[in-house]
């Protein structure tokens, strides 16, 4: 489907839209409740948090990758 030189990228937006939508969504219910408007309030909240969420993940992702290998080097 798609070369496997973009795979860094294609896994950066699938980990951050998988990410950012379980959050939003939660922290939205929590904060605001379930109710009239909370697909807009969801939404709103998306937007914003989404373009953030994926440039972490592209900046530090390789780094944070490297830190759980090294974290995890004991049998």
């Known amino acids: 489907m798609f070369s496997k030189r973009y795979q860094p990228l294609i896994q950066a ?19 605001t409740g379930i109710g009239n408007g909370f697909l807009g309030r969801w939404a709103q ?3 914003v948090a989404w373009p953030i969420a994926f440039c972490i ?19």
């Open 13 to 31: 937006f699938l980990m951050s839209v998988l990410m950012v939508t379980i959050m939003t969504a939660v922290i939205t219910a929590l904060n």
């Open 45 to 47: 909240a998306y937007v």
């Open 57 to 75: 993940i592209l900046i530090a992702g390789k780094r944070v990758m490297r830190l759980s290998v090294a974290l995890c080097q004991r049998d």
